[in-house]
């Protein structure tokens, strides 16, 4: 078994840390001050060619494999979750929807847009009233001559302030329940289609989550995205690749959050002495590191599965189980060796605290990866 990356999976690494700690680290705490979306940080790494890693070299991207993008990802969590998260939304929710299920012209409308970051995406599937619970959605799409008319409203979808395409999953045949879900190409000036309001989060206040509203909002037959009632399928085989990203993106802010626990044990003294002499946090710094470098094996095992080809649905949902988990344990820890200064906002653990939380919930909760988790190994 050979655990070495390629040189280009290093170069990866090494590029994408200069970049995030020199252009996404100082404007980091700026953002999730100011609740303001990382919409100029997305403008350098389109231009970088970071929102395009998904989409192969024919349509604009870098064609990157799944492990380089997971490293990337990683390593621009460290700096900026709020940057990382509109990243992860690009390439795996909606990038590889095209790669995947779009036709030759959508292919060429869209993905080279997407691959520049000319274009932005969102990916809506969670509504009000149906999170976990994916196929029990209400929006509906009826068929009217040679256009959709798409009724209803999604809820939790990011980058929805500022993107200018949205896959929308609704409901063509409504007795045929997941069956009956469909998948569309939405975009952001259609008629009919509104943003609602922009979210006042926990964390990852640098993105954009609103919900976005469809008041008989027509769009053309040709903006469905493979048959009728592919669209479930389509959500699943997606959120599959998704939760490799945002097990990587956790993975970074665990990463982080103990690089942060490190630095201040051996700068902060108590009773005479630096507290890291001390074993109670010595101890604390080795469970981190043990579980961080578990949850990174787990998170590039399930990346490595997908760039060779094998099922990677239970792997990459154990990853994204493991790794949020972790995050949100390693970034408690961290906080507490701060003591009251971890619990202020001058300090990065505070931040790194809240914006942990959410790789518990997004992209199927930890229940709902338990689900997956359980259902293959019971059938
Ligand atoms: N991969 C591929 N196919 C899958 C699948 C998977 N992981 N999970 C289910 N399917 C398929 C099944 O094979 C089945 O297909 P057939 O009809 O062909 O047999 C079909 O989907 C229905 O499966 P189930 O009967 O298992 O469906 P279910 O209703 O019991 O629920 C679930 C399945 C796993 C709970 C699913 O609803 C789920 O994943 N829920 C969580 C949704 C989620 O992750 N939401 C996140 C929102 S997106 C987001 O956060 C984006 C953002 O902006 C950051």
Request: aromatic share 8%; with cysteine; charged share 25%.
């Amino acid at each position: 078994m050979d655990f070495s990356l390629t040189p280009e999976q290093e170069l990866f690494r090494k590029s994408a840390r200069e970049f995030a700690q020199q252009e996404l680290e100082p404007m980091a705490a700026i953002l999730d001050k100011e609740h303001r979306p990382a919409i100029e940080n997305l403008k350098k790494l389109g231009a970088l060619g970071y929102l395009g890693m998904s989409i192969s070299e024919e349509y604009g991207g870098i064609g990157a494999d799944a492990l380089s993008y997971a490293i990337v990802m990683e390593e621009l969590s460290r700096a900026c979750a709020s940057t990382s998260t509109s990243v992860s939304v690009q390439n795996s929710l909606v990038n590889d929807v095209f790669n995947k299920f779009a036709n030759d012209e959508q292919k060429q409308t869209y993905l080279p847009k997407l691959a520049t970051g000319e274009f932005i995406g969102a990916f809506a599937l969670s509504e009000p009233e149906s999170g976990s619970d994916a196929s029990a959605m209400k929006t509906t799409a009826t068929l009217d001559g040679n256009e959709y008319i798409i009724k209803g409203s999604k809820m939790w979808i990011t980058n929805a302030g500022f993107a200018d395409v949205f896959i929308v999953t609704a409901t063509t045949d409504a007795a045929a329940k997941h069956k009956g879900v469909s998948a569309f190409i939405v975009e952001k000036d259609t008629p009919g289609f509104t943003i609602g309001k922009e979210e006042d989060k926990l964390g990852i206040r640098g993105t954009s989550t609103c919900e976005i509203h469809f008041d008989n909002c027509r769009i053309p037959v040709s903006n469905r995205l493979s048959d009728e009632g592919m669209g479930f399928k389509i959500a699943m085989v997606t959120l599959n690749g998704g939760r490799i990203g945002i097990a990587a993106q956790a993975l970074g802010i665990a990463q982080a959050a103990m690089d942060e626990a490190v630095k201040y044990s051996q700068e902060r003294e108590a009773f005479g002495q630096k507290i890291s002499n001390f074993q109670s946090i010595q101890f604390k710094l080795a469970d981190m590191k043990a579980q961080i470098e578990g949850a990174r094996l787990l998170v590039y095992k399930s990346a490595w599965k997908k760039d060779v080809g094998q099922d990677y649905s239970t792997d990459s949902a154990i990853a994204k189980l493991v790794a949020g988990e972790l995050a949100s344990q390693v970034a408690d820890q961290a906080l507490q060796i701060h003591g009251g200064y971890g619990y202020i906002r001058d300090y990065k653990v505070e931040r790194l605290y809240r914006d942990a939380r959410i790789t518990r919930i997004y992209e199927g909760t930890s229940e709902i990866q338990k689900l997956v988790i359980s259902r293959s190994m019971l059938g």
